[in-house]
């Protein structure tokens, strides 16, 4: 409740930025499988050398396949993104993703700390950016975490949390999973509550998508052995971590359910847009009352094996790339999908 009120008076009482010109934030997620910058980090870097106004997220699976784990091919992959945004002075932050986690492994807890700490101190060394945190939520938490940019607050989940739970592998707790877990869905239904009440935009930053057509997504034809694995005595391998390698599947029981309790909340509120990255694709998908982009395409491709037919769906390609939100001064949301090759291969002016 402590915790609740400290966001209701933050919200409320915090200074609001005048915004008289346009920001643009881009979105940029699993772009960690390169030691050496490919054509989409060059492309990010040189719109945002060219932002005057803006902001960059990294949306998680920043270091391929197990997170900084003490290896130097592990840091130059890290490091490709951070030069992104050498002489750029805007807004940046990271999110960790289920390869940040050692993808269910016993160490994940250790490299998500390790990165934090990195990055950090990248900021202060290298951008001479001190006492800075631009790696959210912090210290293995779920979140959520606010950070006010005037008409726009971003909201940062670690989703993995809740996936990232193997028989004996350590997640960061200060208290029960089930207090924590009431804990965070009462502070985002406040915070976004809050939000929409004063006329603002929030952005849910998470890994894992919410809603989701690609690979990854929620498919019926699949749910057999996602069943054979979390609902028979094969179970028993799911808890020794076996089954890692499909805990960041829609289809899992425990990312299902995660799922549907983070639309229940965002439904409730009309002024929430919901990134995400993980799959490896770009997706557009727009619901009566919010906005889901997927921007999962750094470093890697999934290829679009369905064909997406839902008419919510504005957008879909398996394509490298990243996405550009443009907050108007009058409040229009414009959104650029963003090629390799610095090509726009999908724009919608007043998308939300």
């Not at 999934?302 to 008419?311: A, F, G, N, S």
């Not at 769906?313 to 990243?322: D, E, R």
Request: aromatic share 14%.
């Amino acid at each position: 409740m402590k915790a609740i009120f400290s966001i209701f008076f933050f919200l409320i009482f915090n200074n609001l930025q005048a915004q008289t010109r346009p920001y643009s934030l881009f979105l940029i997620g699993d772009a960690g499988d390169n030691t050496e910058q490919n054509d989409v980090h060059k492309t990010l870097q040189k719109h945002l050398q060219n932002t005057v106004n803006g902001g960059v997220i990294f949306l998680g699976d920043n270091i391929y396949p197990r997170g900084l784990d003490g290896t130097k091919e592990a840091e130059l992959k890290l490091l490709t993104q951070l030069h992104t945004l050498k002489d750029f002075k805007g807004d940046w932050y990271f999110i960790p993703g289920n390869h940040d986690w050692a993808k269910g492994r016993w160490k994940g807890y250790k490299n998500v700390i390790r990165q934090a700490k990195y990055i950090n101190q990248y900021a202060q060394d290298s951008l001479h950016q001190p006492n800075t945190t631009h790696f959210l939520p912090e210290e293995g938490l779920p979140g959520p975490i606010v950070r006010d940019l005037g008409n726009i607050v971003l909201v940062f989940s670690d989703t993995d949390w809740w996936l990232h739970r193997p028989f004996f592998h350590k997640v960061g707790k200060n208290d029960s999973f089930e207090n924590m877990e009431v804990a965070y869905f009462q502070r985002l239904d406040s915070i976004l509550a809050i939000t929409e009440k004063q006329g603002r935009k929030a952005l849910f930053l998470s890994h894992h998508p919410i809603v989701n057509y690609g690979e990854h997504g929620f498919h019926k034809d699949k749910s057999w052995y996602f069943g054979l694995v979390n609902y028979t005595p094969f179970q028993f391998f799911g808890l020794l971590g076996v089954n890692r390698g499909l805990l960041s599947e829609m289809n899992q029981p425990r990312y299902r359910k995660l799922a549907d309790k983070i639309y229940d909340v965002l439904e409730k509120h009309k002024n929430t847009i919901a990134v995400s990255g993980h799959e490896h694709n770009l997706q557009v998908i727009k619901r009566p009352n919010n906005l889901f982009l997927i921007s999962g395409s750094g470093s890697k491709l999934t290829p679009l094996k369905r064909e997406i037919t839902q008419k919510d769906c504005l957008f879909n390609a398996s394509k490298p790339g990243f996405m550009e939100l443009i907050f108007e001064v009058d409040g229009k949301i414009n959104l650029k999908v963003w090629g390799e090759k610095d090509e726009v291969l999908f724009e919608d002016k007043g998308v939300f």
